[in-house]
């Protein structure tokens, strides 16, 4: 069983220096002491020096914050900042830098350029400060389930700042969505031409955009994997001039370094936001392009640039609510789909016996859930939501905002109560009505799977199983044990998978629920089989890797 789960507090600036707390136009005025280009090269050297976003890293180690110290912050203050260091507090973070990047880019332009840049002494403060600024207070409310939403509200950019993913899945697993998940789907549910909208909008084909995403995030994990002691100190922009010799065109190249990145001449769209944690700009654009190269300045962002362009580019610039509402659940079903392929292709049918889209033998027009698997004599019901909670919700620090999207997307009309309505046939109806591998379980998990990281943060699987409580009567479910709802992210459940070859999913799901029964805790938190990091012993996602290679090395003749 875990252990409980150890909170670390992050170092803020006031404590070093005795002051009072920073605000922001404060911090803005320092800000604009320095050349903001140099800035924002410095967010992308940072972020690589720090070895940012491959294995799930979101903090410096022990061993880069003692040597990043001495270079960060001036010598009469190394000394302080290694005591708090050794207290287990947080010295340096990866959303520091999105913070300083975001409030470099609402500054805009120096138009003289003319400013000096920062001394590396002085970066420190900088740092520290931007940690001052990422805190909102929380009122507590009566209402328990107002309480729980609002503990999420609080929880949910917290949870952002420090996912345990490994980001560059987000990349990999979208790639499964274009090349395997949508080319199996049904006619009848392959309802969009995805090639055609994403060249009808971007001027360029899809698969040329995938395969340069894919040389811009072999760059940024390799600048990481380098172990030099100066990696990060020099140049880690990606140089127009690599693809100098690709087999597509220069306006091609241009239009793709467009679509990914802003330099000072065309920025537009960096408004204020409310939130200390929304960074919708960098997502959309997390690439810098200054003097004919490409900084980084998020490895997470970058690597979520494919699917932030097919989907909510084309979804936010192309489409009315209606069509958009449309196209969001075309990806509905992929992502249904993709989970079912994942048990599909890892987990041993010994153990976890796997139905995609069941339905009810009286009428197969009605699916029971999105899928069942079968663990011996327990039926996990599984529900597949998209669950995209929007910046206003996800950062905006309203309680009500937050309760009114979990009841909307996973409570009322999907999610939870379609999972009540699952139960209360499986275990009403005739034997005649329901598939016969249905015969003979007499235990139910309910589960709902999320692609948003939402569904393994703080507190979400609690409001989620005490609004499945809600009126739930076990006594009338003669014969049949009702588990606890377990929710989780596909990103959880990616790295679960490993574990299905030697185990039933229904050990994984129980184990989780013992260890935290208040189902309080994160996913990751509360279970033994699921750790931080990139989902391990996935060998037909490597397999794909590799084609995913091939495309790119065939498609845009680059080999270095």
């Known amino acids: 069983m875990r252990k409980n789960p150890k909170w670390k507090n992050w170092l803020q600036w006031y404590e070093v220096n005795g002051g009072s707390r920073t605000i922001k136009d404060q911090y803005r005025e320092l800000l604009r002491k320095y050349n903001r280009s140099s800035l924002l090269v410095l967010c992308a050297q940072l972020s690589v020096a720090f070895a940012y976003g491959p294995e799930g890293e979101t903090s410096a180690n022990d061993e880069l914050t003692k040597r990043l110290?001495?270079?960060?912050?001036?010598?009469?203050?190394?000394?302080?900042?290694?005591?708090?260091?050794?207290?287990?507090?947080?010295?340096?973070?990866?959303?520091?830098?999105?913070?300083?990047?975001?409030?470099?880019?609402?500054?805009?332009?120096?138009?003289?350029?003319?400013?000096?840049?920062?001394?590396?002494?002085?970066?420190?403060?900088?740092?520290?400060?931007?940690?001052?600024?990422?805190?909102?207070?929380?009122?507590?409310?009566?209402?328990?389930?107002?309480?729980?939403?609002?503990?999420?509200?609080?929880f949910l950019p917290i949870y952002e700042i420090d996912l345990p993913n490994d980001p560059f899945m987000l990349q990999l697993r979208f790639y499964i969505f274009l090349t395997v998940i949508i080319p199996r789907l049904p006619p009848e549910k392959r309802i969009f031409d995805i090639d055609k909208l994403f060249k009808d909008h971007f001027g360029f084909e899809l698969t040329t955009f995938?395969?340069?995403?894919?040389?811009?995030?072999?760059?940024?994990?390799?600048?990481?994997?380098?172990?030099?002691?100066?990696?990060?100190?020099?140049?880690?922009?990606?140089?127009?001039?690599?693809?100098?010799?690709?087999?597509?065109?220069?306006?091609?190249?241009?239009?793709?370094?467009?679509?990914?990145?802003?330099?000072?001449?065309?920025?537009?769209?960096?408004?204020?936001?409310?939130?200390?944690?929304?960074?919708?700009?960098?997502?959309?654009?997390?690439?810098?392009?200054?003097?004919?190269?490409?900084?980084?300045?998020?490895?997470?962002?970058?690597?979520?640039?494919?699917?932030?362009?097919?989907?909510?580019?084309?979804?936010?610039?192309?489409?009315?609510?209606?069509?958009?509402?449309?196209?969001?659940?075309?990806?509905?079903?992929?992502?249904?789909?993709?989970?079912?392929?994942?048990?599909?292709?890892?987990?041993?049918?010994?153990?976890?016996?796997?139905?995609?889209?069941p339905k009810y033998i009286d009428d197969p027009s009605k699916e029971i859930c999105d899928t069942i698997i079968i663990c011996g004599s327990t039926a996990i019901l599984i529900e597949s939501k998209l669950a995209t909670c929007a910046s206003i919700v996800r950062y905006g620090g309203d309680y009500a905002a937050m309760r009114d999207f979990l009841e909307e997307r996973l409570v009322t009309t999907v999610g939870v109560r379609q999972l009540r309505t699952a139960i209360d046939n499986l275990t009403s109806l005739p034997a005649q009505c329901l598939p016969v591998w249905l015969a003979g379980v007499t235990k139910l998990i309910p589960v709902i799977i999320t692609k948003?990281?939402?569904?393994?943060?703080?507190?979400?699987?609690?409001?989620?199983?005490?609004?499945?409580?809600?009126?739930?009567?076990?006594?009338?479910?003669?014969?049949?044990?009702?588990?606890?709802?377990v929710s989780m992210?596909?990103?959880?459940?990616?790295?679960?998978?490993?574990?299905?070859?030697?185990?039933?999913?229904?050990?994984?799901?129980?184990?989780?629920?013992?260890?935290?029964r208040d189902m309080i805790w994160t996913f990751e938190m509360a279970s033994k089989y699921v750790d931080r990091g990139p989902a391990r012993d996935l060998p037909e996602h490597v397999a794909i890797l590799h084609r995913y290679s091939e495309e790119m090395i065939s498609g845009l003749g680059i080999h270095d």
């Open 69 to 154: 110290i001495v270079w960060l912050f001036p010598p009469g203050l190394v000394s302080k900042i290694n005591e708090f260091a050794k207290q287990d507090r947080i010295i340096f973070f990866q959303a520091q830098l999105r913070y300083i990047a975001a409030e470099v880019i609402r500054l805009g332009a120096d138009i003289t350029e003319k400013l000096p840049a920062i001394e590396n002494f002085d970066v420190g403060e900088l740092l520290l400060r931007a940690s001052e600024l990422m805190y909102l207070k929380h009122p507590d409310q009566p209402d328990p389930f107002d309480q729980l939403a609002n503990r999420i509200s609080q």
């Open 489 to 516: 992210s596909i990103a959880s459940l990616e790295r679960c998978m490993k574990e299905l070859k030697s185990r039933h999913f229904s050990d994984v799901l129980e184990q989780r629920i013992r260890a935290n």
């Open 210 to 357: 995938r395969q340069f995403m894919y040389a811009f995030g072999m760059h940024a994990l390799m600048m990481r994997m380098d172990e030099k002691p100066s990696r990060g100190t020099e140049d880690c922009g990606l140089r127009v001039s690599t693809f100098k010799n690709a087999t597509v065109s220069h306006e091609q190249i241009n239009a793709m370094f467009a679509t990914v990145s802003f330099s000072w001449e065309n920025l537009k769209g960096a408004k204020e936001t409310k939130g200390y944690a929304n960074f919708d700009f960098l997502k959309d654009q997390p690439y810098f392009l200054f003097k004919e190269a490409l900084y980084c300045l998020d490895y997470e962002f970058g690597m979520g640039k494919l699917e932030s362009s097919v989907i909510w580019r084309i979804v936010k610039r192309t489409m009315d609510k209606n069509k958009g509402d449309e196209y969001l659940g075309f990806w509905g079903y992929v992502f249904e789909d993709y989970v079912a392929w994942l048990f599909e292709t890892y987990s041993l049918p010994r153990f976890n016996k796997v139905y995609p889209s």
């Open 452 to 485: 948003d990281d939402i569904g393994s943060c703080w507190y979400v699987n609690k409001y989620l199983n005490d609004r499945f409580e809600v009126d739930l009567n076990r006594k009338k479910y003669k014969g049949i044990s009702i588990c606890p709802l």
